[in-house]
């Protein structure tokens, strides 16, 4: 699964699609309606792939997270991030089971869910590891042998 090009922008619904970088900014393409949208540097942008949940031992990537729920759901949807914050939790701790209930609101739980879902509706989630991962996932396992 690769978030690389995968955008939050705040203050619009949905996620986006990085296209082009320009002088003033960039064109990112909505996954909801794929419409076409400039977007200046003074607004507020987040890419998916730098974004982490907080645990009790250290910080997941979302990537991670996102590819547990598309093991758990066998590359399906997910359950809807509409549903009540009890249920949201108890589905959020078989996915992520060390997740810092204390840093970790249920808004944010809300939110996963919610682009997991746009990212799955598109094709754009797997529970495959990337190759890129899995060969640093070997060359951790190989340092810490040692």
Same mark, same amino acid.
């Given at each position: 699964? $690769?978030?690389?090009?995968? &955008? =939050?922008? /705040?203050?619009? *619904? ?5 296209? @082009?970088?320009?002088? /003033? ?6 996954? &909801? ?7 200046? +540097?003074? =607004?507020? @942008? !987040? ?5 982490? +949940?907080?645990? %009790? ?5 979302? #990537? ?5 729920? #598309?093991?758990?759901?066998? $590359?399906?949807?997910?359950? =809807? %991030? ?13 996915? &992520?089971?060390?997740?810092? !209930? ?14 997991? $879902? ?5 094709? &754009?989630?797997?529970?495959? @590891? *990337?190759?890129?991962?899995? #060969?640093? @996932? ?9």
């Amino acid at each position: 699964m $690769n978030l690389e090009k995968i &955008l =939050s922008i /705040s203050g619009k *619904p949905g996620l986006f699609a990085l296209k @082009v970088q320009t002088r /003033s900014g960039f064109v990112a393409e909505s996954l &909801l309606d794929g419409k076409k949208i400039t977007v200046g +540097m003074r =607004s507020n @942008v !987040s890419l998916l792939s730098e974004i982490s +949940m907080y645990t %009790h031992n250290a910080e997941k990537p979302l #990537a991670e997270v996102m590819r547990n729920i #598309a093991i758990k759901e066998d $590359n399906g949807p997910a359950i =809807s %991030h509409k549903e009540d914050n009890d249920k949201l939790v108890a589905y959020f701790k078989e996915i &992520l089971p060390d997740y810092d !209930s204390e840093r970790v609101y249920p808004s944010d739980i809300k939110k996963v869910l919610n682009w997991y $879902n746009m990212l799955q509706a598109k094709g &754009l989630v797997s529970k495959e @590891v *990337p190759v890129k991962e899995e #060969a640093s @996932v070997k060359e951790e396992v190989a340092t810490s042998e040692e």
